[in-house]
Nanobody
Framework: QVQLVESGGGLVQAGGSLRLSCAAS????????MGWFRQAAGKEREFVAA????????GYEDSVKGRFTISRDNAKNTVYLQMNSLNPEDTAVYHC??????????????????WGQGTQVTVSS
């Protein structure tokens, strides 16, 4: 069982930065694929980034490549999403997700079986 709690969201101007954190509880965190997804109002939840349990493999959605960086600290049971050069299209609720026991970096909502409640990110123009 993994429980996830996100933090770090807020209101920021276009061009600004935020760092999201996701604190995980449970013994399987260090062996879990971790992902970030986002859901804008009226839209489906979409993949943002993911990182393998070792941190050796990552994946990003095309629109965030070069602007967002996912990382993890297994000693702290925490995964991070550094978001730079934010624009209004990044406005959404950002959710952390986990999937234990896989090596691949997965990009679909259905691939993850643990989810956090989300943190709101609002980017003003």
């Amino acid at each position: 069982q993994v429980q996830l709690v996100e933090s770090g969201g807020g209101l920021v101007q276009a061009g600004g930065s935020l760092r999201l954190s996701c604190a995980a509880s449970g013994r399987t965190f260090s062996r879990s694929l971790m992902g970030w997804f986002r859901q804008a109002a009226g839209k489906e939840r979409e993949f943002v980034a993911a990182i393998s349990w070792s941190g050796g493999s990552t994946g990003y959605e095309d629109s965030v490549k070069g602007r967002f960086t996912i990382s993890r600290d297994n000693a702290k049971n925490t995964v991070y999403l550094q978001m730079n050069s934010l624009n209004p299209e990044d406005t959404a609720v950002y959710h952390c997700a986990a999937r234990a026991g896989v090596l691949a970096v997965l990009r679909t909502v259905g691939s993850y079986n643990y989810w956090g409640q989300g943190t709101q990110v609002t980017v003003s123009s």
